[in-house]
């Protein structure tokens, strides 16, 4: 099973890294820049969490954006420790153009597979994410 989703899950992000070679932007700035712009602003270490990659990681990534001027950081008042992340107007244009690529990847994605299939898949791995945190 490991080795199914594995070979599954690096086929399909390379796959979509491919639809968007000319869009200048990467799979990963394209998944960042939708998860900023579902929360508007989020704390860099949720955005990591959710992305699931290092604060290193998310650090790098984030200054590679911050530098094409699409995201900005803030500190967060309550807590100066903690640093916030939100597209920028450049950023928000940006998303809202890229949106469409990953409607139309999801759609080709699961052409021909009925919603009920879709419905078992999602839950069949939610259970063995589960199970492997037990």
Partial sequence: ???????AMKQIAEAFGRRLK?????????????YISTHKIISQR????????????????LDRLERDEMVIRLTNESDRRVTMVMLTERGE????KLIPYGDAFNNDL???IKQEDLIV???VLEKMIENIKK
């Fill in 93 to 96: 244009v940006l998303i809202k």
């Fill in 46 to 61: 949720e955005l990591s969490i959710l992305m699931r990659v290092t604060d290193s990681s998310i650090g790098r990534l």
């Fill in 22 to 34: 000319d869009t200048g932007v990467t799979r990963i700035q394209w998944i960042a820049m939708y």
């Fill in 1 to 7: 099973m490991g080795h199914i989703t594995e070979n």
């Fill in 110 to 112: 699961t052409e021909d």
């Fill in 121 to 123: 898949f999602e839950n």
